[in-house]
C-alpha cells in the first residue's frame, strides 16, 4: 500500500486549487502529493463567473469581464456600474492548463487517473481506494460527493441551480459586450425561480444559460426550447450555436463538514463550499483554499477545519422560503435589487458584510416570510 503525505481527490476546480496552492508554497516541496482523477481535464466543459473588488489572483486567465450589470424583472430593472467589483469569466480550459502546467513543474507530484470508489478515516490516517489500488494518507483532500444523504434527509432544503447555457454566435456585431445581464427574469416561471442569465463575450458572441433554483429537473429539450424562445422574442434568429454547457449545483446549507474526519476534509461542493442561496462557488473555492493551505501547514485534525458563521443561517432562512414557494424567486430578488445599492449586494453575497450591514439588508425583504422561516428554525 502506497503512502503519501497528501492525497487530493477529484482534480476539479477546488482540488486543483489546493494543488497549485501547494506547489507554490515552499512548504510542501519535500511533501509526496497524489491527485486522483479519473481524467486529467484540459478542455473547456464549463464557465466560471465571479464577482470581485478589483485586481485578483486568477486575472491572467480571464476571459472577459464586465462593469456593468443589468437586472430585469416585471418588478424592477436596472442597469449598473458595479465598481469598484468587477463581474470576470473563466472558462476552464484557461484554468486547467494553468494548474496543471505549474505542477508539471514540481517533481513531488503525481497524477492517477483512476475511479474513485471510496474513501475511510482509520485510526490515524486514511484509506482512498481506486478500481485497481488503495492509496493511505495521513491528509485527504476530498472533492467528490460520495455519500448522498443530503438528498434524503428533510431537515435542510435542497434546490438546485440548474442551467443549459448555449454560445451563440452572429454574423454582424450585435451585442452590446461590456455589460452582462445577472438575472432576467422576464421569462415565464412556471411556478418556480426561472431566469435568463446572458453574457456577452464580445459583440457577435453570447452565452444565453436558462437557469433555474429550483427542486426539480427538466426535460434537457425543455431547457432548450426555452432558450430558442427568448432568442427569438429578442430578434435574434440568424445564429449558430457553436457550443453547448449545462450543470447542476445543489443549494443546500445540509452539513457537509459533518463527515470530515481527523485525516479527511471534503472541499468544494463536496464540503458544503457552494453558496447555498446562490450556487455560486468559485469565488468561495478561492477564498477557502487560502484558509485550508495555512490550517494544513499548522497539520491540526482536519475535521477542526470548518467554521459556520451566520451567512449559513442567511442562506438557510432564504431556502426555507424558496423551498416552500419558489415561485418568489423573482420578487425576493427584486426587492433586494430595488431596495439595496447593488455593491454592498455583492459584498453580503460574498459573505463580507458586518452584522448591521446584514440587518440593513434584510430590513428590505418581505418580514413576515422570513421571520416565519426564522421562529421555526429557532424553534
Keep these: 500500500m502506497k503512502n503519501y503525505d497528501y492525497i487530493i481527490v477529484g482534480a476539479g476546480a477546488a482540488g486543483l486549487m489546493m494543488a497549485y496552492r501547494m506547489a507554490k508554497d515552499t ?65 476552464s480550459s484557461s484554468f486547467y492548463n494553468k494548474i496543471w502546467d505549474f505542477v508539471a513543474t514540481k517533481n513531488n507530484f503525481e497524477f492517477l487517473s483512476s475511479t474513485i470508489k471510496k474513501i475511510e478515516q482509520q485510526n490515524n490516517f486514511a484509506l482512498v481506494t481506486t478500481n485497481s489500488t488503495t492509496y493511505k494518507s495521513k491528509h485527504v483532500l476530498n472533492s467528490v460527493v460520495f455519500d448522498k444523504t443530503y438528498l434524503e434527509q428533510t431537515k435542510y432544503p435542497v434546490l438546485k441551480q440548474h442551467f443549459v447555457g448555449w454560445f451563440v454566435e452572429v454574423e454582424q456585431d450585435t451585442f452590446n459586450d461590456s455589460v452582462a445581464t445577472f438575472m432576467d427574469f422576464k421569462i415565464q416561471q412556471q411556478g418556480n425561480t426561472r431566469f435568463m442569465y446572458i453574457l456577452p463575450l464580445s459583440k457577435k458572441v453570447v452565452l444565453f444559460e436558462y437557469t433555474l433554483f429550483s427542486e426539480d429537473l427538466l426535460a434537457y429539450e425543455t431547457y432548450e426550447k426555452a432558450i430558442q424562445n427568448y432568442l427569438a422574442e429578442k430578434g435574434i434568429t440568424n445564429y449558430k450555436i457553436i457550443e453547448k454547457e449545462d450543470g447542476i449545483i445543489p443549494m443546500t446549507s445540509y452539513k457537509f463538514w459533518k463527515s470530515n474526519s481527523k485525516n479527511i476534509v471534503n472541499i468544494g461542493t463536496a464540503g458544503g463550499w457552494s453558496k447555498a442561496s446562490t450556487g455560486f462557488t468559485f469565488r468561495n473555492t478561492t477564498k477557502k483554499t487560502a ?56 459584498k453580503f453575497l460574498d459573505d463580507e458584510t458586518s452584522f448591521l450591514e446584514d440587518l440593513k439588508i434584510m430590513a428590505t425583504m418581505p418580514t413576515s416570510k422570513f421571520l416565519s422561516a426564522f421562529f421555526k428554525r429557532l424553534f
Design 27 to 91: 512548504f510542501f516541496d519535500n511533501k509526496s502529493i497524489l491527485i486522483v482523477d479519473k481524467e486529467k481535464k484540459t478542455q473547456n466543459d464549463r464557465t466560471w463567473c465571479y464577482w470581485e473588488n478589483g485586481a485578483g489572483e486568477w486575472d491572467a486567465i480571464l476571459h472577459t469581464s464586465w462593469k456593468e450589470i443589468i437586472f430585469d424583472s416585471e418588478f424592477y430593472a436596472t442597469q449598473e456600474n458595479i465598481a469598484p467589483y468587477q463581474y470576470k469569466m473563466i472558462r
Design 291 to 346: 484558509v485550508l493551505l495555512d490550517f494544513l501547514k499548522r497539520d491540526k485534525p482536519l475535521n477542526t477545519f470548518h467554521k459556520r458563521n451566520k451567512f449559513w443561517f442567511y442562506d438557510l432562512l432564504m431556502l426555507d422560503v424558496l423551498s416552500k414557494e419558489n415561485y418568489l424567486g423573482a420578487s425576493l430578488f427584486s426587492r433586494l435589487f430595488k431596495r439595496n445599492k447593488t455593491q454592498q449586494i455583492l
